[in-house]
T-cell receptor, first 114, second 112 residues
Framework: AQSVSQHNHHVILSEAASLELGCNYSYGGTVNLFWYVQYPGQHLQLLLKYFSGDPLVKGIKGFEAEFIKSKFSFNLRKPSVQWSDTAEYFCAVTGYSSASKIIFGSGTRLSIRP | EAQVTQNPRYLITVTGKKLTVTCSQNMNHEYMSWYRQDPGLGLRQIYYSMNVEVTDKGDVPEGYKVSRKEKRNFPLILESPSPNQTSLYFC???????????FGPGTRLTVL
């Protein structure tokens, strides 16, 4: 079955701490991977995406993610979080075909203590 | 301004009363989706459309219908809403399924 697992439901960190949010997927064939963020009161927006090539992908606001094919993972990282990173983060996967579904994870709520 | 719009933003209705949530995008995108967001479950794709007149079921299509008669519009129809369809609904569009999705502001639906 196609699925995305985000095991961390709620993460609480202090400012300047390092962040790693887990994402594991199950999806047949070649995949494309995404991280989206939902800041309080705002639309969902793209943080970064992986299609092919370098498995280390850099996104906006200092975020990066690493695609590890053997582990079916696409973890999100940031070396030093800020209070403004408080948001909900969603990992998503889709297939190579234009007729593919898009599967989202259940989300991780990140709270940053100032 | 490039955007996805949804209407209404908030809706309270009663069981069985047919409703339509509209979605429109002005970016000439081919791929459009409807999602519902529920606590602890994240976003789940209800239906998607690869282009005009082509739609397919997502993971949770039961109780919903869609149509894609024009590229810009992708309405979500609940023929006979039930309380378990109380949720936050998002429409999104992208060039293809592998491109960045642009999300609408959401429609909060309550079915009594």
């Amino acid at each position: 079955a196609q699925s995305v697992s985000q095991h961390n439901h709620h993460v609480i960190l202090s400012e300047a701490a390092s962040l790693e949010l887990g994402c594991n997927y199950s999806y047949g064939g070649t995949v494309n991977l995404f991280w989206y963020v939902q800041y309080p009161g705002q639309h969902l927006q793209l943080l970064l995406k992986y299609f092919s090539g370098d498995p280390l992908v850099k996104g906006i606001k200092g975020f990066e993610a690493e695609f590890i094919k053997s582990k079916f993972s696409f973890n999100l990282r940031k070396p030093s979080v800020q209070w403004s990173d408080t948001a909900e983060y969603f990992c998503a996967v889709t297939g190579y075909s234009s007729a593919s579904k898009i599967i989202f994870g259940s989300g991780t709520r990140l709270s940053i203590r100032p | 301004e490039a955007q996805v719009t949804q209407n209404p933003r908030y809706l309270i209705t009663v069981t069985g009363k047919k409703l339509t949530v509209t979605c429109s995008q002005n970016m000439n995108h081919e791929y459009m989706s409807w999602y519902r967001q529920d606590p602890g479950l994240g976003l789940r794709q209800i239906y998607y459309s690869m282009n005009v007149e082509v739609t397919d079921k997502g993971d949770v299509p039961e109780g919903y219908k869609v149509s894609r008669k024009e590229k810009r519009n992708f309405p979500l129809i609940l023929e006979s809403p039930s309380p378990n369809q109380t949720s936050l609904y998002f429409c999104a569009s992208s060039l293809t399924n592998t491109d960045t999705q642009y999300f609408g502001p959401g429609t909060r639906l309550t079915v009594l």
